[in-house]
């Protein structure tokens, strides 16, 4: 059986991977905002990237931390998805509300001693 702090080194790992390649595909998505089939692509690994977070095992150490990453992929997903529609304004908006999210699952998890690995 597995410690529970390797558990929550493997959920730290596996919400750092997360987060890296939504943020990178948000940034390559904002660069290139006119490519709608980019766009569109984008949005189908946002959106599997949430299920994949849904479906992850969090161990109870990091369980307050959860629901703000959870909040991270479905705004990076809103995001694609207003860049497939051509909707520059909410795109940003999304993008925005990731990154925001983001800071406050870095900063619960710091409050519960834990930090994501970085890239």
Not at 8 to 15: E, H, I, M, T
Not at 81 to 92: G, I, P, S, T
Not at 103 to 116: C, D, H, S, Y
């Amino acid at each position: 059986m597995l410690a529970l702090p390797a558990l929550a080194g493997s959920y730290l790992n596996r919400a750092a991977l997360l987060i890296s390649e939504g943020k990178r595909e948000g940034d390559y998505l904002r660069s290139r905002f006119s490519d709608k089939e980019l766009a569109r692509i984008i949005h189908r690994l946002a959106t599997a990237r949430v299920e994949a977070a849904s479906a992850m095992l969090v161990p109870k150490e990091v369980v307050q931390a959860h629901p703000h990453l959870l909040l991270v992929f479905e705004n990076y997903e809103r995001a694609a998805d207003a860049a497939e529609n051509v909707q520059a304004e909410h795109f940003l908006l999304f993008l925005q509300r990731a990154n925001d999210e983001e800071r406050t699952f870095r900063a619960v998890l710091k409050q519960l001693g834990w930090e994501i690995p970085p890239d």
